[in-house]
């Protein structure tokens, strides 16, 4: 069974950058899917990302609030998944996991509601 473990986030300037990781370990195959969400509070959780591992296919939230300024990328070989949060924004406070869940029929990556999530790495932007 897979385990992720969320780091790099923290404190930052509105308009600063940050960069997060997930670290997957036991990873295998039926948990092919990964995504990056987050949370703030008094919200519900959205996705921010998510990726295919396997062939790197990538989607991104269509939500206007976090077009353009949030990169998702992935290193195989050391089983990471990270996410390049620019241009931050007080809106932007939150706390961010990520999650692997199976691929499945019923919509995309990221869409399963069948996920195991990490603990969460938190984000707070500071004006």
């Known amino acids: 069974l897979v385990r992720l473990v969320e780091s790099g986030g923290g404190e930052v300037q509105a308009g600063g950058s940050l960069r997060l990781s997930c670290q997957a370990s036991?990873?295998?195959?039926?948990?092919?899917?990964v995504g990056w969400f987050r949370q703030a509070p008094g919200k519900e959780r959205e996705m921010v990302a998510s990726?295919?591992?396997?062939?790197?296919?990538?989607?991104?939230s269509k939500s206007n609030s976090l077009k353009g300024r949030f990169t998702l990328s992935q290193d195989f070989a050391k089983n990471t998944v990270d996410l390049q949060a620019d241009s931050l924004n007080l809106e932007d406070t939150a706390m961010y996991y990520c999650?692997?869940?199976?691929?499945?029929?019923?919509?995309?990556?990221?869409?399963?509601?069948?996920?195991?999530w990490g603990q969460g790495t938190q984000v707070t932007v500071l004006s």
């Open positions: 990726i295919y591992r396997s062939y790197g296919r990538i989607y991104y």
């Open positions: 999650a692997a869940e199976s691929i499945w029929h019923g919509g995309l990556c990221g869409t399963n509601p069948d996920k195991i």
């Open positions: 036991g990873y295998s195959y039926s948990e092919d899917c």
